[in-house]
T-cell receptor, first 115, second 115 residues
Framework: DAGVIQSPRHEVTEMGQEVTLRCKPI?????LFWYRQTMMRGLELLIY????????DSGMPEDRFSAKMPNASFSTLKIQPSEPRDSAVYFC?????????????FGPGTRLTVT | GENVEQHPSTLSVQEGDSAVIKCTYS??????FPWYKQELGKRPQLIID?????GEKKDQRIAVTLNKTAKHFSLHITETQPEDSAVYFC??????????????FGIGTKLQVIP
């Protein structure tokens, strides 16, 4: 398996623009997590899905952020409109509810810069 | 919600010495405590984990201890090597048989091993 795949790897955009980050989890994993990493706040859980259903979105900072998981192999995190304070590395991770049920496998991350 | 505090934020040790990173958590329902290592520019990866029914777990040069009464857990790295230099994150998680999972990460500890 190729592991968790994220795209794009880097994104530079201007304030006010819409940004869409994409994630493909490991095949067979039924949990998908979105994290934001900054120097000041570390790794923050934004939202997670179980079987494509959002379970907890309490970490989503505000209404400008939205996430979807239309099927088991794809998820998006959208920021509209983007602001400079959204600049961070965004990680997607997946895990399975069976077998070794606890380990989260992280993708390579998307480095977002909003100017 | 869960609050995870991690200390120290930075740690420098001489090669061959031991390193200890400590975390405390607030939610007594937390029952799974993973540790992730993140090398510069890379994704976090699980290095060791412990569940609430175990007090200590060891894997070669790394070990983790858990004190549920005091709500704290620690990572111990012995005989440190330069390749141990990275940021280490602790996390507290609630995992139930029904598959519910919620995870909160500590702020991270930047470990530098000086050759």
């Amino acid at each position: 398996d190729a592991g968790v795949i994220q795209s794009p790897r880097h994104e530079v955009t201007e304030m006010g623009q819409e940004v869409t980050l994409r994630c493909k989890p490991i095949s067979g994993h039924d949990y998908l997590f979105w994290y934001r990493q900054t120097m000041m706040r570390g790794l923050e859980l934004l939202i997670y899905f179980n079987n494509n259903v959002p379970i907890d979105d309490s970490g989503m900072p505000e209404d400008r952020f939205s996430a979807k998981m239309p099927n088991a192999s794809f998820s998006t995190l959208k920021i509209q409109p983007s602001e400079p304070r959204d600049s961070a590395v965004y990680f997607c991770a997946s895990s399975t509810g069976t077998g070794r049920a606890y380990e989260q496998y992280f993708g390579p991350g998307t480095r977002l810069t909003v100017t | 919600g869960e609050n995870v505090e991690q200390h120290p934020s930075t740690l420098s040790v001489q090669e061959g010495d031991s390193a200890v990173i400590k975390c405390t958590y607030s939610d007594s329902a937390s029952n799974y405590f993973p540790w992730y290592k993140q090398e510069l520019g890379k994704r976090p990866q699980l290095i060791i984990d412990i569940r609430s029914n175990v007090g200590e777990k060891k894997d070669q040069r790394i070990a983790v201890t858990l004190n549920k009464t005091a709500k704290h857990f620690s990572l111990h790295i012995t005989e440190t090597q330069p390749e141990d230099s990275a940021v280490y994150f602790c996390a507290a998680s609630i995992w139930w048989s029904g598959g519910y999972q919620k995870v909160t990460f500590g702020i991270g500890t930047k470990l530098q091993v000086i050759p």
